[in-house]
Every structure is written in structure tokens, then in C-alpha cells.
DNA sequence: TAATTTAATTAACCAATGGTCAATAAAGGA
DNA sequence: TCCTTTATTGACCATTGGTTAATTAAATTA
């Protein structure tokens, strides 16, 4: 009954994270199954199970690469020509952009409570905070207060949560975007 | 095999609601089965869609109240006593203690993107927006831009769905949602 | 009061899900 | 060649939301 494929067939961890990451691309964490993993991937389900305890470990392995990619977006801003202002208002889109663009993977990086993903999830979307702190008062010469760089974060969070799911892409929310960076920019004055 | 209770004991939408509400306060959405309602009422779980097309349309019901609540809340402000700035800072707090008090209805009301909650919930919270804005416009003498107002509440829905799962209620927060609310009172000018 | 209709309930069912595990077959080393 | 490790299967478990035929209590009508 049960077998092991041949060698060149067998499964790796890298085959189901592309897998599990081709299926996030256009569905949710819920709706993306271990099963329809493993059917794409044409093996048991249970297979997947040899290489990852569980479904959050893998697609915490997903998610990983784009904790990085956002971290980039964020730091590469300030190579970027123009003033600081224009520049802090590339992160805050560039932030939101990010969010909106990659939504079942945003929910999963910032908004799982789930109890399991908090001690991985958790800590990496800390780090992203942080990055987004330093470029922050890089950009204004370390006169902002945590406090405020606290809230223009959580202001920003606040806006890709609420366009989730009522839009496809950054595109269709840009000038709603704009309009919310620009409000967070002069709070910052 | 089958059969129907004594007219007393019957079922009715008001206890079901009630159940629903009281495992809903401890619990998420997705955690609450229409079973372990049906169990607690000692019904079997079917019994419940004679009265409830889905488990949405229940969790819809019993959140309708929470609705009203937050409206009173927000309208309630402009009673009271104190200057103008102040009581925006308290429409702020209302909020967010409203979101951090009642996490899973937050949830469901703010939160979700469910395709068949769309039309009764994102209906429900337009409105609710709409009261916010309007409560702003009164106590500013209509000077505030929509898209200011737009910017504030969406900060504010931040907040809340940040610290939401976090924290375990309002008070764990309060001093950061003072703090926040004050950036946000301060971006108004 | 008796017959009929209507409302409510049950329990068996369905198709999913995440997860576990003994059995097994391929691979690779001795 | 034998043995051990490693990867895979597929049957299983419990649980979920949801549907439905059958049944029976209550309300209505005659």
C-alpha cells in the first residue's frame, strides 16, 4: 500500500514553500489547505507533514522572504533622491504599498493572534517595526519621539487593515494612500 | 427518533442570540461552533438553522447590538461636559476602549472580509463611520476635511486592531490610546 | 372533540479541514 | 548482501459548517 517515490520525485521543503506561496498569492491562510498543497504538488498531504510540524510553521517559512522584502522596501527608501519629506512619505506608501499589494501575507505577518504563530510571526514583524523606527529618525535626525513614530506605525497599520479585502491592490487605494501619508507627515511637524 | 420539545422549552432566536453572545465573549468567530452553542442550549446544532440561515447571519445578529452600543457611545460624548478639544479626545478614547473591550465583536464588525457578512456588517460599519464623522464635524464647526476625518478614524482602527489580541482589554492600553489620541487631536490642527 | 396543518427538532448525513501514525519501500552505507 | 535510515503513503481521528427526511408537538380548523 504505502511507498516512497524515487529519488528525482521526492518532495523538499523548498518544492512545498513554493507551492504553499503560489497558492497564497490569490487566497487566505483558511482557505489555502495542506491538501490542495499536497494534490498541486501531486503527493499526500501527510507528507508535507515530515517537513513541517504544521501548517503555521509552514507558512511561517512563506512569509519569511517577505518579512525581508519589507524590510528592503523600507531601508532602500533612503538611497532614494529628494528631500527627507518626500522621503518619508515614500515609506509611508512605500509601508502601505507593501500591505496592500501582498494582503494574505500582511494578515499573516501583522494581524494573527493565533497563539502558535506569536512567538515566530511576532517577533519578526517587532524587527520590521524597529527598521521602520530607524529609517524614521534617520530621516528627521533623531528629533522624533517613539511615541509618535509608534503612531504614524500604528496609522499606517490601520490603513492597509482597512483597505483589505475592499480592494485588489495598492493601485486602486493610491490616492487614499497619498492623502494618509501626507495627514501623518504634517502630525509629524 | 425525531421529535419536537414541550412549547416551553422551545427554542427561540432571543436565547439563541444570547448564547451566541456570551460564548462570542470569551471567543473568537471561528472558535464559537454552532455546536457548542447547541450543546449549551441542549439542542441538537440543525436545530439552530431552523432559526439562522448560517452561523454569519446568527454572529450578525448578536453583533447588531454592539452596533448601536458603539453609536451611543460616540453621540454620548458631545453631552458632556468640557471643551471641544477634550471631548474629541474622549470620541478617540471611546473608540478604542469600545474596540479593546469587546475584541472578538470588533472583530467581526471591523474586521472581517467575509463575502456574505459584506452587505450586512460593512453596511452597519459605514454607518457607524458616518456617526464618527458626523460627531467630528460638530464638535469642529465643520471645519475639518473629510479626508482629515477619513485619516483619524482609520488611525484609530489602527489602534485598535494592533493591540487587539494583544492586550485584554482597554485598560492594558490606556496610556498609549491617550497617547495616540493626543497625535491624532494634534494632526487636527 | 377530531382531523389537519404548521412549526420545531432530531439524527443521520455530506464534504471539508488539520493532524497522527503504522506500514512500507527506496536509498545508502557496511 | 544485509541493515539502517529516510521519506511517503493512505487509512484513520476528531471537528467543523451545513443540509434534509422524518417525526412529533402545538396551533388551527371543522
Redesign the pocket.
Known amino acids: 500500500?504505502?511507498?516512497?517515490?524515487?529519488?528525482m520525485?521526492?518532495?523538499s521543503k523548498e518544492m512545498i514553500i513554493q507551492e504553499a506561496n503560489k497558492q497564497f498569492l490569490t487566497s487566505d491562510f483558511h482557505k489555502?489547505?495542506?491538501?490542495?498543497i499536497a494534490k498541486e504538488l501531486?503527493?499526500?498531504?501527510?507528507?508535507i507533514?515530515?517537513?513541517f510540524?504544521?501548517?503555521?510553521e509552514l507558512f511561517y517559512a512563506v512569509v519569511e522572504q517577505y518579512f525581508t522584502e519589507l524590510n528592503m522596501t523600507l531601508e532602500n527608501v533612503i538611497q532614494e533622491e529628494g528631500d527627507s519629506r518626500s522621503k518619508m512619505a515614500a515609506v509611508f506608501t512605500g509601508f502601505i504599498e507593501f500591505g496592500l499589494n501582498h494582503q494574505s501575507q500582511y494578515e499573516f505577518m501583522f494581524m494573527q493572534r493565533n497563539k502558535e504563530v506569536n512567538p515566530l510571526s511576532q517577533q519578526a514583524s517587532n524587527e520590521s517595526y524597529t527598521k521602520f523606527a530607524q529609517v524614521l529618525q534617520e530621516l528627521t535626525n533623531h528629533t522624533l519621539s517613539l511615541a509618535k513614530i509608534y503612531s504614524t506605525f500604528i496609522s499606517l497599520h490601520g490603513f492597509v487593515s482597512h483597505y483589505r479585502g475592499f480592494v485588489e491592490n495598492y493601485n486602486e487605494a493610491k490616492e487614499a494612500a497619498i492623502q494618509h501619508s501626507q495627514f501623518l507627515l504634517e502630525a509629524l511637524d
Open positions: 500500500m504505502a511507498a516512497r517515490k524515487k529519488a520525485d521526492e518532495l489555502v489547505s495542506m491538501r490542495a501531486g503527493c499526500s498531504h501527510g507528507a507533514y515530515y517537513h510540524a504544521n501548517k503555521t
